[in-house]
C-alpha cells in the first residue's frame, strides 16, 4: 500500500474515530470515577469525584422532586385504581359478597362463624331489651283505657240495654284493669315470647342474602352496584390524596438515594443506561471519524 495514500487518506479518519472513541469513554467514566476526591500534596485534583459521586445530593433532590411532582402524583394513582381492570374486580367482589346469605357474609366480616353467632346474639338481646322498653314507655293502662274504652263506649251507644247497665267510668276501670293485666302479662313473659319471635326473625334474616334483603327494600342489584361504585371511588380519591400528604415522596426518593454507595448508584444507573452510554462512545468514534474524513476534503 503506498504509505502516502495512507498517511493522508486513511490515517486522519482512523485517529479521529480513536480521539472520538477514547474522548467520550473517558467522559463516560469520570461520571462516576473517581468515586472519592483525590488530593496531591493537599491540592485538590480537578475533576475529582465524578460528576454524579459530586452531585450525590443534588441529584437525590432532584430525583425526589421529578417523582413526585411528575411520577407519582396523586391524580396518576387514582387514575389507576379507578381504571377497569383494578376497579371492577373489586366492584364483583363485593356484589358476590353481598350475594352470599347474610350468615356466611358476617362470618366473613367478623372473621369467623362463631364470631357472627355472638354478634346475633347480642343483636337479639339489645332488640328484646329496646322492644321491652318499648312496652314499658306506652303507658298500657292508659292507652288501653284511651283506645279501648273507646271502641267499647261506640260498641255500648249500639245498645240501650248497655247504655243504661254500664257507665263510662265503669269502662275506664274495666279498661285500666286490662292494661295493668297485659304490662303484669309482658313483664312476666314478654321477654321469652318476644326473644323466640327475634331468634326466628333474625335466624331467617341470616339465611337471606343482603341483595335479596336491599332488593324487599326497593334497591335493586343495578342500584347497589352504583352505590358501591360511587363508594369506592370517593374512598379511593380521598385516601390517595390522605396518604400522601403523610408521606414525603420526595424526601423518601431522596433519602434513598442518598443512603445509596456510589457503587449502588452506578451499578442501577448502568442497569438502566448501560445500553445509551456504549452508544455515546460509538457515537464519538463515528463522530471522529467524520472529522477526520472532512479534513481529507478541506
Known amino acids: 500500500m503506498d504509505m502516502d495514500f495512507f ?16 474522548t467520550n469513554l473517558i467522559a463516560v467514566k469520570m461520571l462516576f470515577f473517581p468515586h472519592e476526591e483525590k488530593r496531591i500534596f493537599g491540592w485538590h485534583v ?7 459521586p459530586k452531585g450525590k445530593a443534588r441529584l437525590a433532590k432532584s430525583a425526589g422532586m421529578i417523582v413526585q411532582n411528575e411520577l407519582f402524583t396523586g391524580e396518576d394513582i387514582s387514575v389507576r385504581l379507578l381504571s377497569d381492570e383494578v376497579e371492577n374486580p373489586i366492584i364483583d367482589k363485593a356484589m358476590s359478597i353481598l350475594d352470599e346469605e347474610i350468615r356466611d357474609t358476617g362470618a366473613i366480616l ?25 312496652f314499658k314507655k306506652m303507658d298500657l293502662p292508659e292507652l288501653v283505657k284511651d283506645e279501648g274504652g273507646q271502641m267499647i263506649r261506640q260498641h255500648i251507644s249500639e245498645s240501650r240495654i248497655l247504655r243504661t247497665l254500664v257507665s263510662d267510668n265503669l269502662v275506664d276501670i274495666a279498661m285500666i284493669n286490662v292494661g295493668r293485666k297485659m304490662e303484669e302479662f309482658i313483664e312476666l313473659r314478654g321477654p321469652e315470647m318476644i326473644g323466640e319471635i327475634t331468634s326466628e326473625k333474625i335466624h331467617d334474616l341470616g339465611k337471606r342474602t343482603p341483595l335479596y334483603v336491599l332488593d324487599l327494600a326497593g334497591y335493586d342489584p343495578e342500584f347497589v352496584r352504583n352505590k358501591i361504585q360511587a363508594a369506592y371511588r370517593e374512598s379511593v380519591v380521598n385516601a390517595v390524596n390522605s396518604a400522601l400528604k403523610r408521606i414525603n ?50
Open 249 to 298: 415522596v420526595s424526601q423518601v426518593v431522596e433519602d434513598k438515594i442518598n443512603s445509596m454507595s456510589v457503587e449502588e448508584l452506578e451499578k442501577g444507573v448502568l442497569t438502566v443506561m448501560k445500553t445509551e452510554l456504549n452508544m455515546i462512545v460509538s457515537l464519538g468514534a463515528l463522530i471522529g471519524l467524520v472529522i477526520g474524513c472532512i479534513n481529507i476534503i478541506v
Open 110 to 134: 367478623t372473621g369467623s362463624a362463631e364470631k357472627y353467632d355472638k354478634l346475633e346474639e347480642s343483636f337479639i338481646q339489645l332488640l328484646n331489651m329496646k322492644i321491652l322498653e318499648a
Open 7 to 22: 498517511t493522508n487518506y486513511l490515517l486522519p479518519p482512523l485517529v479521529g474515530a480513536v480521539i472520538g472513541y477514547f
Open 46 to 52: 480537578p475533576f475529582t469525584p465524578g460528576a454524579i
